[in-house]
């Protein structure tokens, strides 16, 4: 199977005021194809190479699995963002599953940025779907993956300080908060869920 990087779903730019141009291109042109280059090095001419990214994740440990899993969870990252220029809401089937779960939106964002603030390090913070279908919102590190469980990722954001380091500095939180009220792709979670 021949990786690759799937090209960003929008403008490098479209992610403004919230994630910089500057951001985007380092953490896309750096970070996750660094990944794939890896990845690639360590595959090339081996059995591996025609698995599929998601049976990597199942499967494997060690670097092998840090660079699939790194390039799946960026994949993944640029989709869980859609660029507004207002507050979007979930659609109804969203909506009531978060609200079931959550006991409301807010509630739900809020259990989102603790998990992302919470993570010590760097890591992941993930809205996934458990096997019995339950919600769940939880924090990974590093490139830990919610597949390695049997969950559905429904959404995602990066904590790793690439992520956010250029805009921010130090604060995470304001990354958070921006990527919580702004940027959130509804539709991917509607179509994960």
């Given at each position: 199977?021949?990786?690759?990087?799937?090209p960003l779903?929008?403008?490098?730019?479209?992610?403004?005021?919230?994630?910089?141009?500057?951001?985007?291109?380092?953490?896309?042109?750096?970070?996750?194809?660094?990944?794939?280059?890896?990845?690639?090095?360590?595959?090339?001419?081996?059995?591996?190479?025609?698995?599929?990214?998601?049976?990597?994740?199942?499967?494997?440990?060690?670097?092998?699995?840090?660079?699939?899993?790194?390039?799946?969870?960026?994949?993944?990252?640029?989709?869980?963002?859609?660029?507004?220029?207002?507050?979007?809401?979930?659609?109804?089937?969203?909506?009531?599953?978060?609200?079931?779960?959550?006991?409301?939106?807010?509630?739900f964002r809020?259990?989102?940025?603790?998990?992302?603030?919470?993570?010590?390090?760097?890591?992941?913070?993930?809205?996934?779907?458990?096997?019995?279908?339950?919600?769940?919102?939880?924090?990974?590190?590093?490139?830990?993956?919610?597949?390695?469980?049997?969950?559905?990722?429904?959404?995602?954001?990066?904590?790793?300080?690439?992520?956010?380091?250029?805009?921010?500095?130090?604060?995470?939180?304001?990354?958070?908060?921006?990527?919580?009220?702004?940027?959130?792709?509804?539709?991917?979670?509607?179509?994960?869920?």
């Amino acid at each position: 199977m021949e990786f690759e990087v799937s090209p960003l779903p929008y403008r490098v730019s479209a992610l403004e005021p919230w994630i910089s141009a500057r951001t985007v291109e380092f953490h896309y042109e750096k970070h996750h194809k660094g990944y794939l280059k890896k990845l690639r090095d360590r595959i090339e001419g081996t059995e591996r190479a025609n698995q599929s990214l998601e049976a990597l994740i199942r499967t494997e440990r060690g670097s092998l699995y840090d660079n699939a899993a790194q390039v799946w969870n960026h994949d993944f990252y640029w989709r869980s963002m859609k660029p507004t220029d207002r507050i979007c809401d979930p659609k109804p089937v969203v909506r009531s599953a978060l609200v079931d779960r959550f006991g409301s939106l807010d509630g739900f964002r809020k259990e989102f940025a603790d998990a992302a603030n919470g993570e010590f390090g760097s890591g992941w913070a993930w809205l996934v779907r458990n096997p019995d279908g339950k919600l769940e919102v939880l924090n990974s590190s590093d490139a830990e993956n919610p597949l390695q469980r049997g969950q559905t990722p429904l959404l995602t954001i990066d904590v790793w300080e690439h992520a956010y380091y250029l805009d921010y500095q130090n604060e995470r939180s304001r990354y958070v908060d921006g990527f919580v009220e702004h940027l959130l792709n509804w539709d991917l979670v509607a179509d994960n869920l």
